[in-house]
């Protein structure tokens, strides 16, 4: 392999021993190339006379070869063409791992030892392997948008712009040696023989778990843990890391005909995450399933495992579930970040009056508060930001849920367990035997549930709970359809939300803009015509949706005495929805245009999220206009972007609704 290093040294090396010369001893650190010399994979790129610290020097200072060493091989360097760095860890004078973390302290950059494992093998042919050889560059990985590449010239400006163009991502270098670099990017461009063997190196110890799992804290932060493992480890680890930091709620890892598919949900909508090449996916599948402690031995049946990651710092719940289908097992994982919930009521997005309405309902020191809307809609969240304000010492807080989707502190969390008989109902009987002060319960699904949740509200608790309901005032009928009596009613409830979540504009690509005047009035808002709303252009930073992140929207309905009243005289729904307007309270649709109006979100957005809302007005336009064509028709479903059909068109919502500061 050597062949420069068998050659006598020749006398008189151009380099004086004296180490601090004008000459140097050596190239410079990065273009660790002989200046002279610039044979094969030479690459000495100029700039050696920059004053730069030379890597002779450093390694002479830091005692790592002595003088002499360093001579002889400068020698021999000449007339071999090698770089100095490169001879003296085949000579064995400086190992590997002490060259490049030398040379990465210096140059202020990571660095690392190229080995199988480090690289993920599908990333290779966003550059080619001729172009990998000429920049001396090999992508490891890629992280949502940044390909992270080990580069002999990490500092070549040059070289990362051209990769930059490659491939569409940000570039972020990493010191390695060349014949490190050059060795890999040939057994990669081999084909697929070397999946393969890094498939068979797989070996036990790479699919241990520790007691608690800890995704490292990612390549910003810790490098050499990111990049400790093998493949599908590393590849495991970077898709969790990244559905991670870009808030992703679950990650689908399923198979396909060409490989694995790894998938995201972020605000609602599933995305590309990354797909990994052929012949992998049972040892990706094995892995997650070692992460969620589940039987990997088992393949035909569905398991469900749950596992606590600390990943960016903070604290999350996995819950694992895999399914066989005909390619292959199917594996989802719903990330439960605790840090979410940290988000105090403040900061779900209520605007100022709903949340002193929904505030009056939580002091309350018995009666029930409701909160709506249909799945996913954050129901859980306000919830338990709701109890995040309520706990305390002096308070016995308990909640019965399905599933416990947060552990929080200070309040005793029981999970129901159907099949050995613990229902809502029950777990709840239970719970009034335990001294509570604050009930919640997870959902109220069926009678039983309802009138025990009532009852405790009648008899000096605050009992918190979701209803799977449209609107605020719709939880008063569907009570009653539950079998729940008026009166009875009437003296619990205190107050009721609604609420959607709406996808906020992406901070990137925001823009402002006016809604034609047919969208502004077929969405009843005749009155906002030439006012500027927001919406997002779509780039890279959004996946060109121009979406970041969602907001909530609350239609919080507080149950004052007329209201009350009107529930114990089973008021229609549209008519305490009036006395709810009445008394300053706005629908889901008005505080949505408020909130776009702000800027936050789009028009479209929010008439696609409360466009439910059409129905029942439509019913009640129906109900109110005397005359008017009685029975309403059904609308057809409305289209995201014209949601009402004209006839919502109704001269109260525009007059109804309040203007944005
Ligand atoms: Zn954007």
Redesign the pocket.
């Given at each position: 392999m050597i062949d420069g290093g068998s050659q006598q040294p020749p006398p008189g090396t151009p380099q004086p021993a004296g180490s601090g010369n004008s000459g140097g001893n050596g190239p410079p650190l990065i273009a660790t190339a002989s200046p002279a010399a610039p044979g094969p994979g030479g690459g000495g790129s100029g700039g050696g006379d920059r004053g730069r610290l030379r890597l002779g020097d450093l390694l002479v200072d830091q005692g790592l070869i002595s003088k002499d060493q360093l001579d002889q091989t400068l020698g021999d360097q000449k007339s071999s063409g090698k770089l100095l760095g490169e001879l003296l860890v085949e000579r064995g004078l400086v190992p590997a791992l002490v060259l490049v973390q030398t040379v990465s302290r210096a140059i202020g950059l990571p660095g690392c030892v190229l080995r199988h494992g480090l690289i993920d093998p599908a990333l290779l042919p966003l550059i080619g392997k001729e172009e990998a050889e000429r920049l001396k560059a090999i992508p490891m990985f890629k992280l949502g948008q940044t390909l992270t590449v080990a580069m002999a010239e990490p500092q070549s400006l040059p070289a990362i712009d051209t990769l930059h163009r490659l491939t569409g991502c940000e570039i972020r270098p990493i010191f390695a040696l060349q014949s490190n670099v050059l060795e890999y990017i040939k057994k990669y461009s081999g084909g697929g023989s070397d999946i393969d063997e890094f498939l068979t190196s797989l070996g036990e110890r790479d699919v241990e778990v520790v007691e608690r799992e800890s995704v490292d804290e990612g390549p910003s932060t810790d490098l050499a843990a990111m990049v400790a493992g093998s493949p599908v480890v590393n590849l495991v680890n970077v898709a969790f890391l990244t559905a991670v930091k870009d808030k992703a709620s679950d990650i689908h890892i399923e198979p396909d005909k060409k490989g694995t598919r790894i998938r995201y949900r972020i605000d609602g909508v599933l995305r590309d995450l990354m797909k990994a090449p052929a012949g992998m996916h049972a040892a990706i599948v094995s892995r997650v399933k070692v992460i969620g402690k589940m039987d990997i031995a088992e393949k035909r049946l569905p398991q469900e495992g749950r596992v606590r990651i600390v990943a960016e710092g903070r604290d999350i719940d996995l819950r694992v579930s895999s399914m066989p289908t005909l390619l292959g097992e199917k594996v989802v994982v719903r990330i439960l970040d605790k840090s979410n919930l940290r988000v105090r009521l403040e900061h779900l997005g209520f605007r100022q009056g709903a949340m002193e309405a929904f505030r009056r309902t939580l002091e309350l020191s018995h009666g029930l508060a409701l909160v709506t809307g249909p799945t996913g809609s954050g129901k859980t969240t306000t919830l338990y930001s709701a109890l995040d304000l309520l706990r305390g010492p002096e308070v016995n807080l308990l909640t019965v849920e399905d599933p416990v989707e947060y552990q929080l502190e200070q309040v005793n969390q029981i999970q129901v367990n159907e099949p050995i008989g613990l229902t809502f109902a029950r777990a709840l009987r239970s719970i009034l035997r335990q001294d509570p002060d604050v009930i919640m319960v997870g959902e109220i699904r069926d009678h039983d549930t309802a009138r025990v949740a009532v009852q405790a509200a009648l008899t000096g608790h605050l009992v918190l709970a979701t209803l799977h309901t449209n609107d605020a005032p719709g939880a008063v009928s569907r009570l009653h359809d539950m079998g729940i009596e008026p009166y009875l009613l009437s003296g619990s409830l205190n107050g009721v939300v609604a609420q959607r979540l709406a996808r906020t504009i992406?901070p990137?690509?925001a823009t402002k803009y006016y809604p034609s005047e047919r969208v502004l009035e077929d969405g009843g808002l005749a009155d906002k015509v030439g006012r500027p709303f927001r919406k997002?252009a779509?780039?890279r930073?959004?996946h060109d949706t121009?979406f970041?992140g969602r907001v909530g929207v609350y239609e919080v309905m507080e149950v004052t005495p007329e209201l009350r009243r009107m529930i114990h005289l089973q008021k229609a729904t549209h008519e305490l929805r009036e006395q709810m307007k009445r008394h300053g309270g706005l629908t889901l649709r008005d505080e949505g245009v408020l909130i776009a109006l702000e800027g936050k979100t789009s028009l479209e957005e929010i008439l696609r999220v409360t466009q439910s809302d059409d129905v029942e007005e439509l019913i009640k336009q129906a109900s109110a206009a005397p005359g008017a064509g009685a029975v309403p028709v059904k609308p057809a479903p409305p289209v995201p972007h014209q949601p009402a059909a004209p006839s919502s068109k109704s001269p109260q919502t525009p007059t109804q609704t309040r203007e944005a500061a």
């Open positions: 992406c990137s690509c997002g779509g780039c930073s959004c121009g970041k």
